[in-house]
């Protein structure tokens, strides 16, 4: 049997044995903390597929917004362009054609060519008529919305230039211009053709609706215009434009209808109170 002392000896190797696996776990953990923090402290570097692979993990900065470039004015040529586009449009403000107006002669009762707004009436001219009359055109083959148009002539007033001289017309001309562009509504126009010959193109009108404006137009000047020295009266035609008939078919219409109206014998003149012009009712 083994003794006491043997027993003992036995115990102190044990004993030593822990303390140096103890020693030892101390020191391999003090040594793995050293490589760590010397592995830390080194610089990185990565391949380019190893970067490729982290570029997804990485946070990427916020995209800062690039401002926005100056918009540059429009020159005057274009601004004067796009001008010219809106009152195209069907735009009735003869305002903005100003610059298109000449100086008023001494005598003069008709339009001149390559004007916009004939000086002494303020109405649209042939060359504005002709531009009105093709955006109405277009604007029906659109829309397929109806437009009349109605032809106007003084009767007689040759014969009042022969008695009286230019002068005479020169002062009937605006009176008559102002009937029929008070009795229209300010999405019409009005256009003078010639010397005593008149154009009115009203939109959004049917025929029926067309007669009523005729009439307004006979009552506010047919009675003062044959109670003067030289009987006047006006021969008027009209036709509407729509989809199964256009703008020229309308204006042949018109003036076969003029024409006719010419034959008409002259009412009896009414002497009351009509040269006011009464409002347009559609």
């Not at 040594?31 to 760590?36: N, S």
């Not at 900065?61 to 601004?79: K, S």
């Not at 009767?155 to 008695?163: A, F, H, S, T």
């Not at 434009?241 to 078919?249: H, K, L, V």
């Amino acid at each position: 049997m083994p003794t006491q002392e043997t027993l003992l000896t036995v115990l102190l190797i044990a004993l030593a044995a822990n303390f140096v696996l103890i020693v030892l776990v101390i020191i391999t953990a003090w040594l793995r903390g050293r490589r760590r923090a010397s592995d830390d402290s080194a610089p990185i570097t990565l391949s380019p597929s190893a970067i490729e692979h982290r570029l997804p993990e990485m946070p990427t900065a916020p995209a800062v917004a690039e401002p926005a470039p100056a918009v540059a004015e429009p020159a005057p040529a274009v601004a004067a362009r796009r001008g010219d586009m809106a009152a195209a449009d069907g735009a009735h403000a003869h305002a903005s054609r100003d610059t298109d107006i000449e100086p008023e002669p001494d005598v003069d009762h008709g339009p001149r060519p390559g004007v916009l707004v004939d000086p002494g009436t303020g109405l649209d001219t042939p060359r504005l008529w002709g531009r009105t009359l093709a955006d109405e055109m277009a604007r029906i083959a659109r829309y397929r919305r109806p437009a009349s148009i109605i032809l106007v002539e003084v009767e007689g007033i040759e014969r009042l230039v022969e008695r009286f001289g230019d002068d005479a017309a020169a002062r009937l001309l605006p009176m008559i211009s102002e009937t029929l562009r008070k009795s229209a509504r300010a999405a019409d126009h009005v256009a003078i053709l010639d010397s005593g010959r008149y154009g009115v193109l009203l939109t959004e009108t049917d025929e029926v609706r067309a007669i009523n404006y005729i009439e307004r137009v006979r009552t506010a000047c047919d009675g003062w215009l044959a109670a003067g020295a030289v009987t006047l009266r006006l021969a008027i035609g009209w036709a509407d434009a729509n989809a199964g008939r256009s703008i020229d078919d309308a204006l042949l219409t018109a003036q076969e209808r003029l024409d006719a109206d010419r034959r008409r014998p002259p009412a009896t003149p009414d002497l009351g109170p009509s040269m006011e012009p009464g409002a347009f009712e559609a």
